[in-house]
């Protein structure tokens, strides 16, 4: 998505979140260092944009929690710094997995890092769906922006990047993030959210704009 103790730190380390009493994920400890290790190991690729066939299709499962899922998580944090992003999805680099990483702030300004695999979105009680009509974009319309409703509460399951049953709750800005990335690997953007006149003017917004880091063509 485009922007806008001790023990504890041995096993965030390992690449294993800790959890609160509620069984969530911290996913808001050590993000600087955590986030650069990640970046640092990896190697930036460019973005695919809107009409690759990669974008418009579900994803393949995630089932080997190996070193190439490894490697490939290294490079997607470091793509989403280079793309200024706060959240990416496997296919946004080419890569048929899913799989989602993010380090997005919340609408308190917290920062949240963290990998996602397989994950899903739980649906929410009526009483939990309120909805938050913000400005939304995506590195893979650039230079594109539109408002979209969604909840401003989300709840994601799935498994980190060891295949550890994980939960994930947001609420704000990284509440969207986190159910714009899972769309994204089951083959939807967010334009695809929108009004037939809306998608239209985004897609306008992308093809008058220049991107500010590396895409791949659509041929």
Known sequence: M?????????VADAGVLPVDDEGF?????????????????????????V???????????????????????DD??????TAEGVGLAAN???????????DCPDDEGVRHVGVVCNPVLRELPAEQRRLDDS??????????YAELARPDYAV???????????TVRGTGYFARCLQ?????????????????????NALKQMAEGTPRYPVVPND
């Open 2 to 10: 485009a922007q806008q103790d001790t023990e504890k730190q041995h």
């Open 25 to 49: 994920v911290v996913d808001t400890e050590d993000c600087e260092a955590r986030e650069a290790a990640y970046r640092e190991r990896g190697t930036s690729r460019p973005i695919t944009v």
């Open 51 to 73: 009409g690759n066939p990669v974008l418009h299709k579900e994803c393949k499962d995630v089932t080997e929690f190996d070193e190439e899922l490894a490697a490939l998580v």
């Open 76 to 81: 997607m944090f470091a793509s989403q710094r």
């Open 92 to 102: 946004q680099i080419g890569v048929d997995k899913k799989v989602f990483v993010y």
């Open 135 to 144: 400005n939304e974009g995506c590195l893979s319309v650039p230079t594109a």
């Open 156 to 166: 994601v399951t799935g498994q980190d990047e060891k295949g550890n049953p994980i």
């Open 180 to 200: 714009h990335e899972t769309d994204h690997l089951y083959g939807y953007l967010y334009i695809d959210r929108l009004s037939k006149r809306e998608r239209k």
